[in-house]
C-alpha cells in the first residue's frame, strides 16, 4: 500500500523523528496489539510504525537511548536509521540478518545504505558494516558507537549474496560478485553438462553462469535479453501477472540457441512457475537440449525476516524432489548448488550465516501467524486470511478463524 513507502515521518513531544527500516519483525502483532490496547492509533499496516510508537511512549533520554529502548522490545530483522533535526542514528539487529554499511563523502557526511553500491552512486567512500547489535549515533560532535544489546552468533541473510545484492556490492564484508562466480564454479564442479553454450536467466544469474562457463570451458553467452522496464517476478501478487511478467521481461536470442545444448544458469527457483517459462522460451528459440542449473540450494521454507518469499506451501522444492520438479519445468536435466558445498566455500564464517529458507532452522523462532501478501491487500496478517479478501475489502475474522501457518 502506498501508505506503506517509507521513509516515515512522525512528530512526538520532542520533535519529528524520521525512520526507514529494512527487515522484517517477528513479534510484531504481539507489539501493536499490546500498543493498541493502550490506545495507540495506526496509520498504516507496516511494522516499522510499531518503532516509532515504542519510541514516543519511552521515557528515557536522550533521544537515542529511547531507540534503544525500543529495539530491545523487537525481535527478527532489523537494519534502521533514523534522522531527527539533529542527529543521524542508525541499529542493525543483534543477529544482523539485513546488512548495512557506514560511508563518508568528501565533505565529511556520514551516509549509511544497505549495500556498498548505493554509495558508489553518490561518490561516497565505504568506511565499515554497522556491527550486528551496533547503535551508531552521528550529531555535530562527530560518530558515537553503541554496543548495548546483546551480541549472539551474527545470522547474516545468504540470500543477499544469492540473489537480492548488486554484484558490484560487499555485503557482510565480502565480494558478492567473488561468491556469485565461486557458487557457479562450485556447481559446474559438482553437476557439469555436455553443452554448447552456457547462458544466464538476467540479472541476477548472470555472475554464476561466467564462473560455471569458465570452470566447463564453453563459452558464456547473452541467450535470454532482459527489458528493464518490469520489476522482480517472484513478488508479482499472483500467477497471471508473474506469467504475463515472464514474458515481458525475458525475451530469446535465437541466433545463439538454436540447435545447441544449453546450459542456463538462474540463482533459485521460488514457484517453478518462472523457470518452465523460462524452459519453453529457449526451447521455442530452436534449443537442442536445455540442462537447469540452480546456483543456490532447493529454497524449501519461508523467510520471516523481510525477504518477500512466498509461503512454504507454495515453494515447489518444498512440494516436489529434483526430479520432479526437473519434470515440471520441462528442463533435460536440473541441479542445484549443494547446501554442504555453500557451507563448505563460506568455511569458518558459515556459521555466521542465516539458512532457514534452504534448512528450515529458523535462528529467530516466527511464532506468530503469519498470512502471505496478495496484491496490494494484505502485508501483515492482521486484517484477516487471504481468503477473506473481497474484492478489496477485507473482512473482519475471529481468532479461532485463522489459518496458523507452523514453520518447517
Ligand atoms: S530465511 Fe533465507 S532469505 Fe530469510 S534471512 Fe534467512 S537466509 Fe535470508
Not at 174 to 187: D, F, H, N, P, Q
Not at 348 to 353: E, G, L, M, T
Request: charged content about 25%; overall charge negative; aromatic content about 8%.
Amino acid at each position: 500500500m502506498l501508505k506503506n513507502v517509507q521513509p516515515f515521518v512522525a512528530g512526538y513531544r520532542f520533535g519529528s523523528v524520521g525512520v526507514a527500516h529494512n527487515g522484517n519483525l517477528v513479534n510484531y502483532r504481539s507489539l501493536r496489539a499490546q500498543l493498541e490496547e493502550s490506545g495507540s492509533i495506526f496509520n498504516t499496516s507496516s511494522d516499522t510504525e510499531v518503532v516509532l510508537h515504542l519510541i514516543a511512549i519511552s521515557k528515557a533520554r536522550p533521544f537515542f537511548v529511547r531507540i534503544i529502548e525500543a529495539c530491545e522490545k523487537l525481535k527478527g530483522a532489523y537494519s534502521m536509521v533514523f534522522l531527527t533535526e539533529d542527529k543521524l542514528v542508525a541499529v542493525r539487529d543483534p543477529h544482523g540478518f539485513r546488512p548495512l554499511v557506514m560511508g563518508r563523502r568528501s565533505n565529511g557526511a556520514y551516509v549509511f545504505a544497505s549495500e556498498t553500491c548505493a554509495l558508489d552512486l553518490i561518490e561516497a567512500t565505504y568506511v565499515r558494516e554497522v556491527n550486528p547489535g551496533e547503535v551508531v549515533v552521528i550529531d555535530k560532535e562527530g560518530e558515537h558507537n553503541l554496543c548495548l544489546m546483546p551480541h549472539p552468533e551474527p545470522k547474516q541473510c545468504i540470500f543477499e549474496h544469492i540473489y537480492f545484492a548488486l554484484p558490484n556490492s560487499i555485503v557482510f564484508g565480502r565480494s558478492v560478485y567473488e561468491s556469485r562466480s565461486k557458487y557457479g564454479e562450485i556447481l559446474a564442479t559438482e553437476s557439469p553438462a555436455e553443452c554448447d553454450v552456457v547462458i544466464a536467466v538476467p540479472d541476477s544469474g548472470v555472475v554464476a553462469a561466467l564462473g560455471y562457463a569458465a570452470k566447463i570451458g564453453v563459452p558464456f553467452q547473452q541467450g535470454l535479453i532482459r527489458s528493464h522496464y518490469v520489476g522482480r517476478t517472484f513478488i508479482e501478487p499472483n500467477q497471471s501477472i508473474r506469467d504475463f511478467g515472464v514474458k515481458l521481461k525475458l525475451a530469446p536470442v535465437r541466433g545463439v540457441l538454436e540447435g545447441k545444448r544449453v546450459v542456463v544458469v538462474d540463482d533459485s527457483i521460488v514457484r517453478g512457475t518462472t523457470s518452465s517459462k523460462i524452459v519453453r522460451l529457449i526451447r521455442e528459440a530452436g534449443a537442442k537440449e536445455v540442462h537447469m542449473r540452480i546456483a543456490s540450494p532447493p529454497i524449501i521454507a519461508s523467510c520471516y525476516y523481510g525477504v518477500d518469499t512466498p509461503s512454504s506451501e507454495e515453494l515447489i522444492s518444498n512440494r516436489m524432489t529434483v526430479e520432479e520438479i526437473r519434470e515440471f519445468i520441462g528442463s533435460d536435466s536440473l541441479a542445484f548448488l549443494s547446501f554442504d558445498s555453500l557451507k563448505k566455500y563460506l568455511s569458518s564464517d558459515s556459521p555466521n550465516f542465516c539458512y532457514a529458507c534452504f534448512s528450515g532452522n529458523y535462528p529467530v523462532k516466527p511464532t506468530e501467524v503469519k498470512v502471505k501478501r496478495v496484491g496490494d491487500f494484505l502485508d501483515d496478517g492482521l486484517n484477516g486470511s487471504i481468503e477473506s479478501i473481497d474484492g478489496g475489502w477485507v473482512k473482519a475474522q475471529s481468532e479461532k478463524e485463522e489459518k496458523v501457518e507452523h514453520p518447517v
